[in-house]
């Protein structure tokens, strides 16, 4: 007999043209008032613009923005862990996370999210139905 899992995700992805200037009508759709962002993102985000654009858009909304750039390509468990200990916990009360960008940085997202919510190390954390708190 196979096993039945649940697969739960983050509430909203969107993706597409015209997608950042839905960004302050979607974060009204959470269940708490944004004030800070931690934004994931990756260089080449930056270079073509997309990221001034979001800071420009949240700032019209007194939203405070940290910018996080040192998500490796194909992260280690160790980058994680050391990004999220020096650039998310110190900035993470109260804040979301958002991630603009390709495939390591939306992983990364969303272990962040995940790691905000639950102490245990991420290595304890990886498997099925290990998160104690799945946010």
């Known amino acids: 007999m196979t096993a039945t ?14 997608s950042l200037a839905l960004l302050p009508e979607k974060l009204a759709l ?14 080449v985000m930056e270079e073509i613009g997309v990221i001034d654009r979001v800071i420009r858009s949240l700032a019209e909304k007194d939203v405070e923005v940290r910018i996080v750039r040192d998500v490796e390509p194909e992260p280690t468990i160790g980058n994680v862990e050391a990004v999220y200990k ?15 960008g390709g495939g390591s940085v939306l992983d990364v997202a ?8 639950n102490e245990a190390p991420l290595r304890e954390w990886l498997g099925i139905d290990l998160i104690a ?3």
Do not use: C, M, N, W
């Not at 959470?30 to 260089?43: E, H, N, S």
């Not at 272990?111 to 905000?116: E, H």
């Open 5 to 18: 899992y649940h697969f739960q995700t983050v509430k909203h992805i969107v993706h597409g043209a015209g």
């Open 30 to 43: 959470l269940d708490t008032p944004v004030q800070r962002i931690a934004l994931i993102t990756q260089p």
């Open 86 to 100: 020096e650039q998310i916990e110190p900035f993470a009360p109260q804040a979301i996370i958002l991630s603009i």
């Open 110 to 117: 969303k272990l962040f999210a995940v790691r905000l919510t």
């Open 133 to 135: 708190k799945p946010g």
